[in-house]
């Protein structure tokens, strides 16, 4: 099970872009048609930062279009961080890092020895304890000026509206399709930003879902394929890679930095080095954001990245 850690989704087809959706909605979507609620700002937006952040986070301040606003903002910012394994736990150390000021982490299961060659926040003498615990502890070390919380499961139907609606952004790592789509619909239920990162082998995918704007995972992937549920090799700077390019997509999102990936889809083959952009399709009928307004989104940050497109 280990080796499925890193989010088994593929975008191999491009035939995937078109093909049919599904023919009725999930009940339990339906209400991705109606109104989604506003998500009620727990944190003032931005956050003043104290004299140790501005220290800390002084290099990244001189970036031409960041700057302390953008700092304060980050602070403010809650980022829920699902399957954090190889890859959602390298991007949450990167969210860390940064200074996104909480972090939500939710993972299942004991750590593996045979996780051991990507799963950086680890240590050889937590195998058989449950990781997030672990990822928990060396991100608190890392960066004690942040909060984070540990939440010691898998994305389950009941637990994804409550995750979601204490975040602000989501970053998609999870172990399979089944968590993958729950995440996506509540995001699109809640309206918030969602960073979708996924990976096998050699070859890595990266878009960002922004409800009511751009396409949502069920847009770009309608169909649930078998090959998901299979383990696939994986190497630490592979799932590295994508993870910092995940952290940074949503760092782009939250600050308006630079020039986020929406509507259109990162593939990477790292074997050889080459990197692509493909527009995405986004399906007016989709079962769970056909119909979604944009001025019904919940993401407070948001409209700093609209505004550069
Ligand atoms: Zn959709």
Redesign the pocket.
């Known amino acids: 099970m280990g080796s499925l850690n890193c989010a088994p989704l593929l975008w191999r087809e491009p035939g995937a872009f078109t093909s049919p959706r599904r023919p009725t909605p999930s009940p339990s979507l339906e209400g991705n048609r109606k109104n989604p609620p506003i998500y009620p700002s727990t944190h003032p937006f931005p956050m003043p930062l104290s004299p140790t952040e501005r220290d800390r986070y002084r290099r990244q301040m001189q970036l031409p279009g960041f700057g302390q606003e953008s700092q304060e903002r980050l602070k403010a910012t809650t980022a829920l961080v699902t399957g954090v394994g190889g890859l959602g736990g390298t991007a949450a150390l990167y969210l860390a890092a940064a200074g996104v000021g909480r972090l939500i982490l939710v993972r299942g299961g004991d750590l593996l020895r045979e996780d051991m060659n990507r799963q950086i926040l680890m240590t050889d003498n937590w195998v058989g304890q449950p990781r997030v615990f672990k990822a928990q502890q060396t991100l608190a070390a890392f960066n004690p000026d942040i909060q984070i919380d540990a939440v010691c499961d898998y994305v389950t139907a009941e637990n994804v509206d409550g995750l979601v609606q204490q975040a602000d952004i989501a970053l998609d790592c999870a172990f399979d399709f089944k968590e993958r789509d729950l995440l ?1 619909a509540a995001c ?1 239920r809640w309206g918030k930003s969602m960073v979708e990162a996924a990976m096998n082998a050699m070859e890595a995918y990266l878009i960002t ?1 922004i409800p009511g704007e751009t ?6 992937f309608p169909e649930k394929p078998e090959w998901d549920r299979w383990g696939f090799g994986v190497l630490g700077a592979v799932s590295g890679t994508l993870a910092c390019l995940a952290a940074l997509e949503a760092i782009k999102v939250i600050t308006g930095l630079g020039d986020p990936l929406l509507g259109q889809l990162l593939t990477m083959d790292l074997a050889r080095a080459e990197f692509a952009k493909r527009r995405a399709y ?2 007016p009928d ?5 119909g979604v307004k944009a001025e019904n989104r919940g993401d407070r940050a948001l409209p700093l990245a609209l505004a550069r497109r």
Do not use: A, E, K, R
């Open positions: 996506n699109v879902v396409p949502c995972l069920s847009c770009l986004h399906d989709c079962p769970v954001c056909g």
